[in-house]
């Protein structure tokens, strides 16, 4: 005998297991203990969460948060008891982040909890610097994966229906959390490449018409695959490319997009559309969400841009007032949904801001005008503007056509000239190109070069 009773021994394989309860498909929401709560009780929820965020930072200590506390002068947990008191508490940006892990190496000084006790690492896509690492224990995971399920439950998905992603992997988080999140809630997923390279995205396509998706891909990568099924002949019915529609609530009132995400680093789920109201449900119990104006720390009025600042609560590793340098809006009217959190707008990246002729406008705002063209918008919209110096120069624009004939071509410049400046109020010159002359990315695209 070798002391059997007291070693721990793999109880047998039970619903829970490896992942959630199931629940009846017609259930109206996910987790309605949480999503329909009380708004008070939520409140307290809150409250209690933040208290537990704070006394840890001082406990541990989380020396980058606790410093930033007491240069407030906020010297003791008890300080900060409600989310009213959020308000003092400065903010802190990824450069914080990525100065924090310079100045200690690797992990920096903002950890809650040793990264040995996590399961995952992540790096940021290092498009504003040097890459900062995310690290999530199981804890943080089921948070996310809980997160996740809310979302697409509440977007109609059920277990049983087949999705696609192309989201990268490796060091690169995105791809292994989404695809943890689909299994999770019980979806088989097929992770395809992104199509970096023709052939990468060929591999997708001729797959997609072996085991067809349920629901069409959507991702940033969408106009890739469309062009490549495109040049092979695949009719997109065959690869279950049709139907393809933004997710609920897009686009709808006051210009934002719904607010899903907080960034992998911070809250990757942070809330989804339900798409009876403008915005997305945001998941306050798993986090406090503001609009702020960063001047004063307070936030900005209801339905009006402010950052975006968020504050996780119950997680291994947490972030105190994160603002994640994007624009934010917050809507509070109760919706008909049933579901009784606070709703936020997203209105892109404070980083992806374009100035020119003294105008600033989102390249969403130029995507939009470029795609009413469909010789430009199809089979996948291609195109490069040179990163504009504000000044008085005209914004030189880049667009591939989709025909061989010259004087089309010029209209088609000529046209969407006209449409920059009658939509974006900006002066342009439309160089038109030939398909394939730009170069392809299997994620996000670089659409904004520097000058040569
Ligand atoms: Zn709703």
Redesign the pocket.
Known sequence: MTGAASAVSTPPFAPGTLGPFPRPDDQFLWDPDKQAMGVEERRELQNERLRALIQRIFDEPVTLFRDKLVSAGVDAAGAISTVDDLADVPLTIKQDLRDSEAAAPPWGSYRFTDPRRAVRLGTSTGTTGQPTITVWTRHDLWVEYESGARNWWRMGYRPGMIVTHAHPAYLYGGGVMLQGTYEYLGLLSLWVPPPDTDELAEQAVRFWTRVTPDIPFMGFATGRFLEVAGKLGIPLEDAGLTGLKAPPGFGLGRGGMPLMTAGAECYAYVGGP?G??PGA?IHEDWAVVQAVDPATGREVPDGEWGNLTVTTLDRDNGLLRYDLEEACAILREP?????TSI?GLWGGRFADLLSCQGTRFQLSELEAVLRTEPLVAQPSLEYQITRHDGGPGPLEVRIEVATDDPAAQGQVAERVTVAIAETLGVRATVEPLARDTLPRAGYKAKRVVSPD
Do not use: A, D, Y
């Open positions: 339900c009876q109201s449900h919706c008909p949904c049933g579901e709703r």
